[in-house]
């Protein structure tokens, strides 16, 4: 197997560390389309921009809903 489709399996994916791993491609992570995860790119761009979510660490699952909390925003109803 490639060292790219290994790392990609290694990942946690919808955190940060997954993005460090090596899930870069916003269309490769498994999580695209998800209506509740985000892609390891987004999460990771999630993870360094609000601190709430530096907070949690870079292994923590990042849903929509805690990024829309981070930003202020009322949560899904």
Do not use: Q
Not at 11 to 19: D, P, R
Not at 41 to 64: K, M, N, S, W
């Amino acid at each position: 197997m490639s060292k790219i489709l290994d790392s990609l399996e290694a990942a946690t994916h919808g955190t940060a560390s997954g993005y460090k791993s090596g899930c870069k491609s916003r269309g490769a992570c498994p999580n695209r389309g998800s209506r509740v995860d985000l892609t390891c790119e987004r999460a990771y761009r999630a993870y360094v921009h609000y601190r709430a979510l530096f907070r949690l660490g870079p292994d923590v699952r990042i849903t929509r809903a805690m990024l829309r909390e981070a930003k202020g925003l009322k949560p899904w109803s």
